[in-house]
């Protein structure tokens, strides 16, 4: 009998409207590289056309583009469409991100990114889309002497395992992988807890404080770990 050729299925669709042709071209590759099938669009209204004529499972969605811009595109789509949407910005700012959330956006990712934050929100949000799980980019982080081992899901201080529980391996793991960035409450319940964001929920709160306890008993510094009131949280 003669032996049949396997082919791996094709990974998640994905469609980049990106008017940066290099950063377009990059991303197409890095995405590529990582089983994804990709397609390109170079300005808001030929990306919203693609968005409905074909199926994707993930839409890269640049908010400054020529003719009509992102929250536009994201607007109109949002009528008949609810693909998963991340908004990209040369803009970090917290009302940039509430008016992407506002306009239909599932995530926001601040340019310069890396690739690997990137594969991070795009895993998580097919997760959450039931789609196909993406291979995650990173395993492991390290922060030293913090180890956090992705799939175990456990966070280790020079060695001593803090027995967290998932949800509180998910903030950990979240604060450390954007490190450097403020993450605010709202933009961390819907990544971690999955829910939107009541002043009156102290639930981060709570599990940050549990994190933060068994990180310094394992003589970790807990300083790294930043509450900016008002503002959020952030890993340094």
Not at 110 to 132: D, H
Not at 138 to 163: E, N, Y
Request: aromatic fraction near 8%; charged fraction near 25%.
């Amino acid at each position: 009998m003669q032996a049949q050729l396997i082919r791996p299925a094709p990974g998640p669709r994905v469609l980049v409207v990106e008017d940066d042709a290099a950063l377009g071209q990059q991303l197409g590759e890095l995405l590529a590289a990582n089983r994804f099938v990709t397609r390109h669009a170079s300005d808001g209204a030929a990306g919203l056309r693609a968005a409905l004529e074909e199926p994707f499972d993930l839409i890269l969605l640049d908010v400054l583009l020529p003719g009509m811009d992102g929250y536009t595109v994201l607007r109109q789509l949002r009528q008949t469409r609810q693909t998963p949407v991340v908004m990209l910005t040369a803009c970090n700012a917290e009302e940039e991100r509430i008016r992407g959330f506002t306009s239909g956006a599932d995530d926001y990712v601040a340019k310069p990114f890396s690739f690997t934050e990137l594969l991070l929100r795009i895993e998580a949000l097919l997760r959450r889309a039931g789609g196909e799980p993406v291979q995650p980019a990173t395993q492991a982080l390290h922060a030293p002497p913090l180890t956090l081992h992705r799939v175990q899901q456990r966070a280790c201080v020079s060695g001593a395992d803090l027995k967290l529980t998932p949800i509180q391996f998910k903030l950990l793991w979240t604060l450390v992988a954007f490190r450097g960035e403020v993450m605010s409450k709202a933009y961390l319940y819907q990544l971690v807890l999955q829910r939107e964001f009541s002043r009156y929920d102290r639930s981060i709160d709570m599990h940050l404080s549990r994190v933060r306890r068994r990180l310094g008993a394992a003589g970790f510094d807990v300083s790294r770990l930043q509450t900016l009131h008002g503002r959020g949280y952030r890993f340094t």
